[in-house]
């Protein structure tokens, strides 16, 4: 992840606005109590920085946006995608003129999500044919707005949207269409509800634990008379991939929450290989350290725990709070 750190963007800060260190830790300090808990120093600063006009990220940064990972009110963001579906241009009547909207599909590895294109250069690329199936498309600029229930990315005159773009591949294209994610506090969240999102610090880590999966298609194995089956493949070598268990925390409770493989793994920023030291428990002692406190993006549903009666948190995809994230949060 590219990051701008706390004292370099004091430095900017005192570059570009002239400001001094006190009046720069005056700033921040106050951002910190307004917002209290709910930030880091460090994005506090982000947040200073952004107020005073400082561009603190290239858009390289927003164009880098994976479909899962839009939300609602995004601005100014950027995906790649290959078109899955194109639908017709429609014309209608505004202002006493006629306007027109186009949309498509595209997706990428993480999902899919409607297009919607309103400015005439961009409906002209419809027009004339060059939106179809497969091809690929860069879209810049353009920002996220629900429509029943769904996430669709809008276009306006300021947006970019190139077709076969040099350099960019998108192998395969996952099923999924960009479902509408609702962020929610973690005490207004009720048992069986899906695709919500939270946002919040990570309070309390347990070690991680590990299953086995089929190294050919990723399905959990069953050890069965000492060799691991695959419902599919048969007997199998095998991989271990962790399930971790931790305590969210956004100021208006607290929540058990339970991520798999790759969101563990991103929880706990190591690759699957690293992950297995955690089997270790002085390992996972001194690793839990650099991530208990950090501020995580939580995607997921709710699970009712019938053992201990409480609901929980199932993750199904997770990142780590950015400067650019909070700022969306915080329009
Ligand atoms: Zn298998």
Redesign the pocket.
Known sequence: MLRVGYDEIIERIKKEKGLSDIEIKGKIDKKLSDLAGLISKEGAAHIVANELGIKLFDKAMMEKVKIKDLLIGMRKVGINGKVTSVFSVNSFIKDGKERKVGSFMAGDETGRVRIVVWDEKHIKEMEEGNIKEDVIVKVENAYVKENNGFKEIHLNGNSILSVNPEGIKIEKVSDVKAANIFRKKINELKEKETNVSLIGTLVQLFQPRFFEV?S??G?KALLENGSYN?E??GI?SVKSVPVLNFVMDDGSGVIRTVAFRDNACRILKMDEEKVLELKDNAKFEEHKLNIEGNQYVVDGRTSKNQMFERVEFVANNVKEVTPEILMQELG
């Open positions: 089929c050919e298609c399905k695959c599919q493949h199998v």
